[in-house]
C-alpha cells in the first residue's frame, strides 16, 4: 500500500514569490491533515480536511496561506507570497476515521 | 484547544541504560496518545501509541503509561541502543470529536557509547 506522499520534497525559492506543495493521502483515508516544522523546532497543526472540507484551519498561520483539497482526494497548499519565516517543512498526514495518523516524507521548503 | 508540554527538550543516556520522556496535556476529552520518532531529514514514523482506555502498552522495548487523572503520559525506552538517537514527539488528540493531534515540542534523545 503507498503510504502519503509529497511534492516536491525539497524547494528553494525567493522572497515573494509562490510555491505550491501537494499531498496524496493514503487512498480511502478521509482525514488530511497539513503541519509545519519551523528551524527544528515543535511540529505543529496548520489544518485539517474531513473529505474536501476544512473541517479545522485553526493553525493556518495567515491569510498567504491557502489549502484546497479538491474531490476529497489530493490536497495543495500555497504560499503567496512567501517570506523568509516561511521556511521550514511542511508535513502532510492523513488518516481513516478516528484511527493512526500517518505522515509523509515532508516537503523542505527554503525562502532567500 | 489542546496543549501538549514535553520534557526534557534534550537527553543524553548511555547506551544499555533506560530513557523516560514526559508529556504532559490539557484537553480532558483527549483519548489517543501517540509517540512519533523522527529521525534527521525523514518524516515523523509512528513507534508506539496509546488510548484512554488502557493505562499501559508495551512493545518489545518501548513501553508508555498514561495517567488520566493526572492527564500524564510517557515514553519508556529500555536497554538503549544507538539507533534510537532521535527527536521523539509525543502528541494528544480527541479522536472521534476533532480527530486531530497537537504536538509536544520534541526531545532530542542521544545514546552515548
Known amino acids: 500500500e503507498a503510504g502519503v506522499t509529497q511534492f516536491p520534497s525539497h524547494s528553494v525559492i525567493e522572497k515573494g514569490q509562490t510555491v505550491t506543495l501537494r499531498c496524496d493521502p493514503i487512498?480511502?483515508?478521509?482525514?488530511l491533515y497539513w503541519y509545519r516544522r519551523v528551524m527544528g523546532k515543535e511540529i505543529k497543526f496548520l489544518l485539517h480536511?474531513?473529505?474536501?472540507?476544512?473541517?479545522?484551519e485553526s493553525g493556518m498561520p495567515n491569510n498567504r496561506f491557502l489549502a484546497e483539497r479538491t474531490g476529497g482526494t489530493y490536497s495543495t497548499l500555497k504560499v503567496q507570497p512567501a517570506e523568509l519565516e516561511d521556511s521550514g517543512v511542511y508535513f502532510c498526514?492523513?488518516?481513516?476515521?478516528?484511527?493512526?495518523?500517518?505522515f509523509g516524507e515532508g516537503s523542505w521548503l527554503t525562502v532567500v | 484547544g489542546e496543549n501538549v508540554e514535553q520534557h526534557p527538550s534534550t537527553l543524553s543516556v548511555q547506551e544499555g541504560d533506560s530513557a523516560v520522556i514526559k508529556c504532559t496535556y490539557s484537553?480532558?476529552?483527549?483519548?489517543?496518545f501517540p509517540w512519533y520518532k523522527q529521525e534527521l531529514g525523514k518524516r515523523p514514523q509512528l513507534i508506539i501509541d496509546?488510548?484512554?482506555?488502557?493505562g499501559e502498552k508495551k512493545d518489545q522495548r518501548i513501553a508508555v503509561t498514561l495517567n488520566k487523572t493526572a492527564k500524564h503520559f510517557s515514553l519508556h525506552i529500555t536497554e538503549t541502543q544507538p539507533e534510537d538517537s532521535a527527536v521523539y514527539f509525543c502528541?494528544?488528540?480527541?479522536?472521534?470529536?476533532?480527530?486531530?493531534?497537537?504536538f509536544g515540542k520534541g526531545t532530542r534523545l542521544h545514546i552515548l557509547p
Open positions: 487512498s480511502g483515508h478521509d482525514n
Open positions: 498526514a492523513s488518516s481513516p476515521t478516528g484511527n493512526t495518523i500517518y
Open positions: 502528541a494528544a488528540g480527541a479522536m472521534n470529536r476533532d480527530d486531530k493531534i497537537i
Open positions: 496509546i488510548r484512554s482506555n488502557v
Open positions: 484537553d480532558s476529552a483527549s483519548n489517543y
Open positions: 480536511f474531513v473529505k474536501e472540507s476544512k473541517q479545522d
